[in-house]
């Protein structure tokens, strides 16, 4: 059985807002376009990404689940996540449409509103094993297209291999949202049909 914790605040809780405090630090340095600023990036892509690892350890072991933390760590994953490859779009040399950014933000919105009608109906909206699979692989493309960043001069990031990767893995991750946004539609369509699984 679930403990909920009678406070909402608390340690996982704490590490969930930290991880959206380090969004603005993150864009900022990845949109300095230089290697030092990439490098400065990537590790806090990096500690972002272990706060969420963190949270939902320390919640799960100290029992300190709570409703706001439920929604809010797959929020903070969605912003860190999404408001990068935004950052990429704006990056000329990387080559990303916005198109396949539009995508990817659609399925994120579109999820998200499905798990705020959830909790109001008092349905919350399990993470599928898609979603996380979708999660994993995009959290990869940005490291790998951050590390071309700090490896790869501009003029090099405009031919040849390191060109074409950043847009084929962005094409890949908004092909893994679209399928896990299926996924999610098919599993909770009792959702918005007013009708509640038990």
């Known amino acids: 059985m679930k403990t909920h914790a009678v406070s909402r605040v608390n340690i996982a809780n704490i590490l969930t807002f930290l991880r959206l405090l380090l969004i603005p630090v993150f864009l900022t340095f990845l949109l300095g376009r230089t290697a030092t600023s990439s490098v400065s990036a990537l590790i806090v892509f990096i500690v972002a990404s272990i706060t969420d690892y963190l949270d939902g350890l320390i919640a799960r072991k100290l029992h300190l689940q709570t409703s706001l933390g439920e929604f809010m760590d797959p929020l903070a994953d969605k912003l860190l996540v999404c408001s990068a490859f935004i950052a990429f779009a704006c990056i000329p040399v990387l080559h990303i449409s916005w198109w396949l950014v539009a995508l990817i933000l659609a399925r994120e919105v579109y999820v998200t509103v499905m798990r705020v009608v959830a909790l109001r109906r008092k349905a919350p909206i399990k993470t599928e094993f898609s979603g996380k699979i979708k999660t994993c692989f995009q959290m990869m493309t940005i490291v ?55």
């Open 144 to 198: 790998v297209i951050l590390l071309l960043l700090i490896l790869r001069s501009e003029v090099e990031m405009s031919k040849g291999p390191a060109a074409v990767i950043p847009s084929a893995l962005v094409a890949l991750s908004a092909v893994a949202a679209l399928i896990s946004m299926v996924q999610y539609i098919i599993r909770n369509r009792h959702i918005f049909s007013g009708q509640v699984e038990h």
